[in-house]
C-alpha cells in the first residue's frame, strides 16, 4: 500500500481553501475538505481526485463543535497518520455597529476564533501521540490594523494569531509545526467594498506560496512580502496621525 501524506482544510469550497485543496491534490495527498457549501465542496473534491489526490467532503459549520470533533474522527479513520490540518475558514464584514445589537459582529467572531479552534484541537491529541504534524491558520494582516466597521474581523484575526503564539512553545516540544499565515488583500470572495481597490495577488499564486510556507515553516509569516513594511510603519506613526488618516478614507461611510 503507498503511503500518502495527508491534510485536513476548513472553509475549502472557494478562495484559499479550495485552491490549497489543488494544490495538495496534485502531491497526491489524502484530502478532508469542509465547508458547508456541500454540493460545491463535492464538486471540489472530484475535481481533487482527478488532480491525482483523493479526497474526502464533508460539509460542516465550523461553530459546531461537536460536529467538528465528529468529522475529525471520522477522517483519521481514513488516514494512516495526521500530517496538515488548516483552519481557513472564516468571514468578513461589516460590526454593524449601528444596528443596536451585536447579531453581525458576534457571528464574525463566533466564526473566526471559535470555529479555529473547533477545527485544530479535535486533532491535537493525535499529532501529539505521533510525536509531529502541522496546524495551521489563516489569519490577516487585518490583524494588525485598526480598520473602521470591520472591528470584529480585525480583532478575530489577532486573537488566533495570539492563540497560536501561545501554543507555540507548548506544542514545538511534540514536534508539533504551528504556522500563522497572514494574508494581505488575494483576490477571493471574501474581499468586497472599498478593499477592491487595493492591488491583489492572485488567490492561486497565494496557494503555491502558501503551501512552501506550511511545508518548511514554523512561525508567523506575512503576505506578501511588502505588508511587513505597512506594518512597520504602523508601530512608529503616532496613533493621531494613523486616526486622522482612517477617519479620511472611510468618512464616506457615515454620509
Do not use: H
Not at 514536534?175 to 474581499?191: A, E, L, R, V
Amino acid at each position: 500500500m503507498t503511503y500518502r501524506k495527508s491534510v485536513f482544510i476548513t472553509g475549502a469550497s472557494s478562495g484559499i481553501g479550495k485552491s490549497l485543496a489543488f494544490e495538495y491534490a496534485k502531491k497526491k495527498y489524502i484530502i478532508g475538505l469542509t465547508a458547508r457549501r456541500d454540493q460545491l465542496l463535492k464538486e471540489i473534491a472530484l475535481k481533487c481526485n482527478k488532480l491525482g489526490g483523493e479526497a474526502y467532503a464533508y460539509k460542516l459549520d465550523v461553530t459546531n463543535g461537536e460536529n467538528c470533533k465528529k468529522v475529525a474522527s471520522e477522517f483519521l479513520k481514513k488516514v494512516n497518520s495526521m500530517d496538515i490540518i488548516i483552519a481557513n475558514a472564516g468571514i468578513s464584514g461589516d460590526d454593524g455597529i449601528y444596528d443596536s445589537n451585536s447579531k453581525k459582529i458576534n457571528n464574525i467572531l463566533n466564526t473566526n476564533i471559535i470555529g479555529v479552534t473547533n477545527s485544530l484541537m479535535p486533532f491535537i491529541p493525535t499529532l501529539k501521540k505521533q510525536g509531529d504534524g502541522t496546524l495551521v491558520c489563516l489569519s490577516s494582516v487585518a490583524g494588525f490594523f485598526p480598520i473602521p466597521y470591520r472591528g470584529g474581523y480585525s480583532s478575530s484575526k489577532v486573537a488566533i494569531r495570539m492563540i497560536f503564539d501561545a501554543w507555540r512553545p507548548i506544542l514545538n516540544k511534540y514536534n508539533i509545526k504551528m504556522i500563522t499565515i497572514c494574508p494581505g488583500f488575494i483576490d477571493t470572495p471574501i474581499i468586497k467594498g472599498p478593499a477592491e481597490n487595493f492591488p491583489m495577488v492572485p488567490v492561486d499564486k497565494a496557494a503555491i506560496k502558501f503551501f512552501r510556507i506550511i511545508k518548511r515553516g514554523n512561525g508567523t509569516y506575512v503576505y506578501p512580502w511588502y505588508y511587513r513594511i505597512i506594518i512597520f510603519l504602523m508601530l512608529i506613526i503616532p496613533n493621531k496621525l494613523i486616526n486622522f488618516i482612517l477617519k479620511r478614507m472611510f468618512s464616506r461611510r457615515e454620509r
